[in-house]
């Protein structure tokens, strides 16, 4: 395997961390991404039983919203981010979610993965350091939004920052 530039930096902050023992905690690794864009499923819902239809699809986004994320020198385990709202949330007037993690489940130079469950929702986070994109899926039952379920994936071009 070839070592890129990015390859060999990650490799030294990795190895870095593993022999420092700082007092203080420090961004091991820092992402930043654009708006992500992509796509919603809806199914099931009483207007969408009403019409006669099981699933809604529409465009969706986090028009205006960097995501970041952080995965903290003292704990390469849990990613640390920070994600508003989408647009149709917004219109709504619910007000950006805090900080949230979610568990590491692949830290590599190839991908970076974690996933967060919470009651009936699950977010999962891939990222490709090597191409700088990142995709983000999101499933829920019974959202507020009326559906008796929803889905959503979304992709973003992303920096990487050791």
Request: with cysteine; proline share 5%; hydrophobic share 40%.
């Amino acid at each position: 395997m070839e070592l890129t530039k990015s390859r060999t930096a990650l490799l030294s902050a990795c190895i870095t961390c593993m022999i420092a023992t700082p007092s203080q905690s420090k961004p091991f690794l820092t992402i930043i991404c654009d708006a992500p864009v992509g796509a919603r499923v809806e199914v099931g819902g009483p207007a969408l039983k009403q019409s006669g239809k099981m699933f809604n699809f529409s465009a969706d986004s986090f028009t205006g919203i960097n995501p970041t994320f952080i995965v903290d020198d003292t704990d390469l385990g849990t990613l640390t981010y920070l994600f508003g709202d989408t647009k149709s949330a917004t219109d709504q007037g619910l007000k950006q979610r805090p900080a949230r993690s979610a568990h590491i489940v692949t830290l590599t130079y190839e991908m970076i993965s974690a996933i967060e469950t919470t009651g009936s929702a699950i977010a999962a986070f891939s990222f490709y350091p090597e191409i700088g994109i990142g995709f983000f899926t999101f499933h829920e039952a019974k959202p507020i939004s009326g559906a008796d379920a929803k889905a959503a994936t979304f992709t973003a071009k992303c920096s990487f920052a050791t």
